[in-house]
């Protein structure tokens, strides 16, 4: 079959390199791609937004599977548009994608539904927002509504930090038009931990579970990010709240989608916060999350076209998901500067150091192929990843992986999955 991936980062990286093991597939295409991805299919230079070049370029290739890959088509309503051109897509329709594309919509919905998660409330205007905040206890979190490439979310430690984020997303726009509603909740502690899963609509099957890492700096410093790096499995994922998450979360998720007539095929990720009162859901993504997708796939012992085709299909219930006894551990290489100002053109050199390594993995994300060779094209560069026995193993393989990776102004964290030494 001809499978095509829209979406060019880490994650879709990560997902070409396990459709590509699928015997199904006899040819993999991917818009835009990158320079990692371009090694697995043939890219063509169509944005992901750009939806009428996207499915004319699916029905020339006769496309016969569509992966969306990104938050934004998936909201935009990708799906439903190559849907309505005869190409089996799968991801969520923009119906079901709301789940991610509006935060006061899945708030509301665990509220209706009873799901746990932080006491909040829903802001349309600037001046209601600020007058709540001065009766509100600090810390808060304030969220733009809509989709900010992972950024929207601020923890506010003061009030005049609070006033300043809602003055940052409403009025000033930062977000653009993600910031005409704002949430503002409580702010949780305890562990976080991601869980992805599967589904088809009523059927929901869990993915082995991971853990992210946001800030810039060491010691979870500095500005929110797409994500430095992640470990999976999370140590602090235990079975006891593995089956409390099943009866009071996941499955009631699914649940609540289908009875709002708004059935979810394709990927829940679940944000977790682990506390004293038992996990409770921070956030909903509708989408394989970044760099999470890069630690999950690599451990999945299953034909991922196998899963997606019963997701659409409605058949996810007959498939068992099965991950490897190990873990995995990925060290995001980034523009030194990253996510606020930062160089690209910087030629990267040490690829070749992964060749024929089976358990090690260079996942592109923001690359370019140049005359020059590969170059950065982006603040996040590449997804160093790495398997091992254990958590500690897999971590000291990523980290002995980055020495082979070089480029002018590379920047990395160094204490991804340091978590682990305390579990």
């Known amino acids: 079959m001809k499978v095509l991936i829209v979406g060019g980062g880490g994650r879709e990286h990560a997902i070409a390199v396990s459709v590509a093991k699928s015997p199904k597939v006899d040819k993999l295409y991917c818009v835009p791609g990158n320079a990692g991805i371009a090694e697995l299919a043939e890219c063509a230079d169509i944005k992901v937004m750009e939806f009428e070049n996207v499915v004319r370029f699916a029905k020339e290739k006769q496309i016969d599977l569509a992966i969306v890959g ?19 897509a799968f991801g969520p329709n923009a119906a079901a994608a709301v789940l991610e594309g509006s935060k006061s919509f899945s708030k509301d919905l665990m509220k209706k539904y009873n799901i746990p998660t932080a006491a909040y409330e829903v802001f349309d205007n600037a ?9 509100a206890k600090i810390p808060v979190v304030v969220k733009a509504d809509g989709l900010a490439l992972g950024k929207g979310v ?9 006033r300043n984020a809602v003055k940052e997303i409403m009025l000033d726009k930062k977000f653009g038009t993600a910031g005409n509603k704002v949430v503002i909740e409580e702010f949780m502690t305890g562990r976080e931990v991601s869980v992805l899963s599967f589904c088809d609509g009523k059927t929901i099957k869990i993915m082995t579970s991971a853990q992210d890492h946001k800030r810039a700096g060491d010691g979870d410093t500095g500005l929110n990010t797409g994500g430095m790096g992640t470990f999976s499995p999370s140590p602090f994922f235990t079975k006891k709240i593995e089956d409390y998450c099943k009866k009071y979360i996941f499955k009631p998720t699914v649940d609540a989608m289908a009875k709002e007539g708004r059935p979810f095929k394709g990927i829940i990720f679940f944000g977790l916060m682990l506390t004293e009162d038992g996990p409770k859901v921070l956030e909903y993504n509708a989408r394989f999350g970044d760099p999470e997708a890069q630690v999950v796939l690599p451990r999945m012992k299953n034909d991922i076209i196998e899963v997606m085709e019963a997701c659409i299909d409605g058949k996810l219930s007959k498939i068992k998901l099965e ?8 060290v995001v290489l980034a523009e030194n500067g990253y996510p606020v100002k930062y160089a690209k053109g910087h030629v990267i050199t040490g690829f070749e ?3 024929r390594k089976r358990n090690y993995f260079c996942f592109h994300a923001g690359t370019k192929k140049t005359g020059k060779g590969v170059v950065t094209n982006g603040g996040r560069v590449l997804g160093i990843t790495a398997l091992g026995a254990d958590l500690k193993k897999a971590r000291a393989n990523a980290y002995k992986a980055t020495e082979w990776i070089d480029f002018e102004g590379k920047y990395m964290r160094h204490d991804i999955g340091k978590a682990i030494d305390e579990a």
């Open 70 to 88: 990104p938050d934004d088509p998936l909201v935009g309503g990708l799906v439903d548009e190559l849907n309505a051109a005869g190409i089996r």
């Open 127 to 135: 001046a209601d927002a600020l007058k709540y905040l001065d009766n």
């Open 154 to 162: 601020l923890i506010c430690n003061t009030l005049k930090e609070a």
């Open 323 to 330: 991950f490897e006894d190990n873990a995995a551990v990925c």
């Open 353 to 355: 150091n992964f060749a």
